[in-house]
């Protein structure tokens, strides 16, 4: 083992960590909150500066036993189409409530549906546990548009590896040379998501929450941070320290922002939601997310929230399960935040 390297690193994280609460602690609870805020959009990188049309098309909509599927697309970027899936309860209303749904690693959106890539049902729901529709049989519409670097969206040359393969790595490279980051433009197209959600008719524009899972989680924690239209958040597989996952085990390189850890954790950052509704969903084996930190990054958050006088806003599950969704009481507290009535 080249243990010198081993300790250059221990040694660069403590001093990153010592000099950066040393800063924090001088700085007011509204300064500290800016500077946590500047420290995130400067991290993410540049976003696209021609806010273009989205020019949705819908390519099909298909009849399922409680919900309608919209297959479409939209434009968030010059030279970039998104493929959307929407999915609208049975349930005749004029509007409803929404959810934007982010998925983490694997083979794409259908991967929250529990379906192949082809649109046909598999026999197992996955680690994503059908997530989508847990939602909209609750009566919420699901806007749920395909992650950049999964499933049909890698690039060209990787379209023929195996289902599963992402292109986080070949896209970080590319974009980190052009001043960008992957997790900056997945935000980006979060933001253009909402965009997209407020010209539906038949979805509420004050009532739209969020729901992600593992890197889908990092996509909505910090989509929220910037954009408040995400008025109740569930991040699922993901919440922890820096220092006890991603610095200490090995991650996909679309979860490291440059030079962040100099100025926030991940919870301060996730603090910046406060005091908005947020549930924090985690899983006891998570191997990726070590629920040792998990639990003392809630403890953290319960402090900030109840400091706030919103210690109400703020509610956490730890399920028995692995690096996976459960939704057993982070459904339900979404549905209950957004104000869906007569759900089942």
């Known amino acids: 083992m080249n243990w010198t390297v081993d300790a250059f ?13 040393r800063r924090l602690n001088t700085l ?14 400067r991290g993410l990188g540049q976003f ?8 949705p098309q819908l390519i099909e909509r298909k009849e399922y036993d409680e919900f309608y599927m919209e297959r479409l697309t939209y434009t968030t970027m010059p030279h970039v189409q998104v493929p959307v899936l929407v999915l609208v309860p049975k349930e ?29 049902w598999l026999d197992e729901p996955g680690i994503h546990q059908r997530i989508a529709l847990q939602l909209v049989r609750k009566g919420l519409i ?12 890698r690039v060209a040359k990787e379209m023929n590896q195996p289902p599963g393969s992402n292109s986080c790595a070949t896209l970080s490279a590319q974009l980190l040379m052009n001043g960008r980051t992957l997790a900056g433009m997945r935000v980006y197209e979060a933001m253009r998501a909402l965009d997209y959600m407020q010209t539906r008719a038949d979805i509420k524009p004050d009532r739209i929450g969020a729901f992600g899972f593992s890197g889908g989680s990092l996509i909505a924690a910090y989509t929220a941070v910037l954009d408040e239209r995400m008025k109740a958040i569930v991040l699922s597989g993901w919440m922890n320290t820096f220092a006890d996952s991603i610095l200490s085990i090995r991650h996909c390189i679309d979860n490291y922002v440059p ?9 301060d950052i996730v603090e910046l939601l406060a005091p908005r509704p947020l549930f924090i969903e985690a899983g006891e084996h998570d191997h990726i997310f070590p629920v040792q930190a998990t639990r003392r990054a809630v ?6 929230y109840a400091a706030l006088g919103a ?6 599950d730890i399920h028995p399960g692995k690096h996976q969704i459960s939704g057993v009481s982070s459904v339900p507290w979404l549905v209950d935040q957004l104000g869906v009535s007569g759900s089942a």
């Open 9 to 21: 690193l221990q040694e660069l994280n403590k001093e990153t960590s010592l000099d950066r609460e």
């Open 28 to 41: 007011s609870e509204l300064e500290r909150k800016q500077y946590t805020l500047n420290a995130l959009k």
């Open 48 to 55: 696209p500066e021609d806010h273009i049309p989205m020019s």
């Open 92 to 120: 005749k209303k004029e509007q409803y409530s929404a959810v934007l749904a982010c998925h983490g690693h694997g083979s794409g959106y259908y991967d929250a549906l529990g379906m192949d890539a082809a649109g046909n």
């Open 142 to 153: 699901v806007v749920l548009p395909e992650v950049m670097g999964f499933g049909a969206r």
């Open 259 to 267: 030079s962040l850890l100099q100025d926030a954790e991940q919870t």
């Open 299 to 304: 403890k953290q958050l319960e402090e900030h």
């Open 311 to 316: 210690a109400q806003q703020l509610d956490a």
